[in-house]
Structure formats: structure tokens, C-alpha cells
């Protein structure tokens, strides 16, 4: 049985207060299910110091380098030692805003399974690749840029987050359907490669307008097994909704 992790991403928002409100109401998160709270750099040590036991703290990104001149970049190391479990690798923000290829996200997610953090990948397709019938070829490379790069089984006791690019942050969510499909489909080429024992373990979360209102349906589906949630992880009531969803699903 996969206990569900809902992950809130706040990408570059959030602040000293948010921080404190979401811990309020993280407070009452009853264990079924796990949470997880992914804020920018500089909140991590208030976030670290704040929220209750038992929630988890993430990062949105991480260098591929252990240490040296690598001006603006974070390691995993020093993300560990700030408190994180998990750590957000290969965001389609990242890939498409700042040119972060296949082979980079590879690296980060070595690294940061080198020191001993979670990573969450992202992966997922463009609403053009969608509509050429293009989704399992992008999102099949995604993967097998990560399993290239790992020696022995990737995704053992990691996390995938599939966040289909057309319906992030646009309101447009993934029927449960073409999402249970993606979902599906990512856990039979983890398999094939990493042993169906890590792929019937691993956490596969959905990512695109996951709010209160459909979360209930997309952790319905066999193979969702939480979600990585942007704006409504900035709402902390909402937030705690998508978690309970989880919890009671
Ligand atoms: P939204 O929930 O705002 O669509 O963002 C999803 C996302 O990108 C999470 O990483």
C-alpha cells in the first residue's frame, strides 16, 4: 500500500507569514496521508522551525555540484542540512524558463539522491506534444534520461510527479482518466527497467490545477498516489482540504 504524499510547490511566492499560517493549519493534518511543503530557499529555516512534526520539508530545485564557484546555486547537501526530505527536480518551469535539459535533471536528481534526499521528478508534455500523440515519447525519455544516468534501480524510493505542462497553473485540469492513463503508463516503463517491486513502490503524484474541488477524483485513480499542488498549496485551508482528500481517500 503507497501512502499518499500531497506536496505543496509555492514556486516564487509565499512569505514569513505564509509560512506560519500553513503550519497553523498543517497542525491538524491527521497522519493519514503524508504532507509535504516545498517553499523558496530563503524560507526553508522558518518552515524547518515551524511546522509540525511529521510534515515534511521540500526544495524546488538543486545543483548537480557538490560544492564550489557555482554562484546562485544550492547543493543538496546544504539542503539537507536545512531540514529537507524532498527536493522538486526538473519542474517544467525549469525546463522550459531556464533551458534545463534532460541530462541536467538527470544530474540533479543523482545528486540529490546522493545525499541521501527524495527527489520528486517532474516530467510531463506540452499541450502540442499532447496533441500529436506525442505524450509517452516525451515523458518515456524523461524517465529514461534518469534510469540512463543511475546505475542499478532510478526510482527506488523516489517520487514522480506527472504535471501535464498545458494544465499548469491554467486552470484546465487532466480528466482523472487521461491522467490514471499517464500515471499508467510511467509505472510500466519504471518496471520494465527498475523491477516491477520499486514500481509498484513508488509514489506517483499528480501535478495541474489540483484543487478541493477535483482532488477527491484524481486520487481515486489506482495509480495516483498524491499530488504536487502550485496555487492552492498557497491557500492554507485549501491546501489542508486536497490533504484530507487524500487522507480519507
Ligand atoms: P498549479 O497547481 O498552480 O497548476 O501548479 C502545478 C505545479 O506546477 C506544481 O509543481
Excluded at 136 to 150: F, N, P, S, T
Amino acid at each position: 500500500m503507497r501512502r499518499k504524499l500531497i506536496a505543496g510547490n509555492w514556486k516564487m511566492n509565499g512569505d514569513q507569514d505564509l509560512v506560519r499560517r500553513v503550519a497553523e493549519h498543517a497542525a491538524d493534518s491527521g497522519g493519514g496521508a503524508e504532507m509535504a511543503v516545498c517553499p523558496p530557499f530563503p524560507l526553508l529555516a522558518a518552515a524547518a522551525s515551524q511546522l509540525p512534526f511529521g510534515v515534511a520539508l521540500g526544495a524546488q530545485d538543486v545543483s548537480e555540484y557538490e560544492a564550489g564557484a557555482y554562484t546562485g546555486e544550492v547543493s543538496a547537501g546544504m539542503l539537507l542540512e536545512a531540514g529537507c526530505r524532498y527536493v522538486i527536480v526538473g519542474h517544467s518551469e525549469r525546463r522550459t524558463l531556464y533551458g534545463e535539459d534532460n541530462g541536467r535533471v538527470a544530474g540533479k536528481f543523482v545528486a540529490a539522491r546522493g545525499a541521501g534526499l527524495t527527489p520528486i521528478l517532474c516530467v510531463g508534455e506540452t499541450l502540442a506534444e499532447r496533441d500529436a500523440e506525442r505524450t509517452e515519447v516525451v515523458v518515456g525519455e524523461q524517465l529514461d534520461a534518469i534510469m540512463d544516468a543511475v546505475d542499478g534501480p532510478a526510482f527506488q524510493g523516489a517520487v514522480i510527479a506527472y504535471e501535464p505542462v498545458w494544465a499548469i497553473g491554467t486552470g484546465r485540469t487532466a480528466t482523472p482518466d487521461q491522467a490514471q492513463a499517464v500515471h499508467a503508463f510511467i509505472r510500466q516503463r519504471v518496471a520494465e527497467r527498475d523491477g516491477s517491486e520499486v514500481a509498484d513502490q513508488l509514489r506517483l503524484l499528480y501535478g495541474g490545477s489540483m484543487k478541493a474541488e477535483n482532488a477527491a477524483e484524481l486520487l481515486a485513480q489506482p495509480d495516483i498516489d498524491g499530488g504536487l499542488i502550485g496555487g492552492a498549496s498557497l491557500d492554507p485551508e485549501s491546501f489542508l482540504s486536497i490533504y484530507n482528500a487524500a487522507a480519507e481517500g
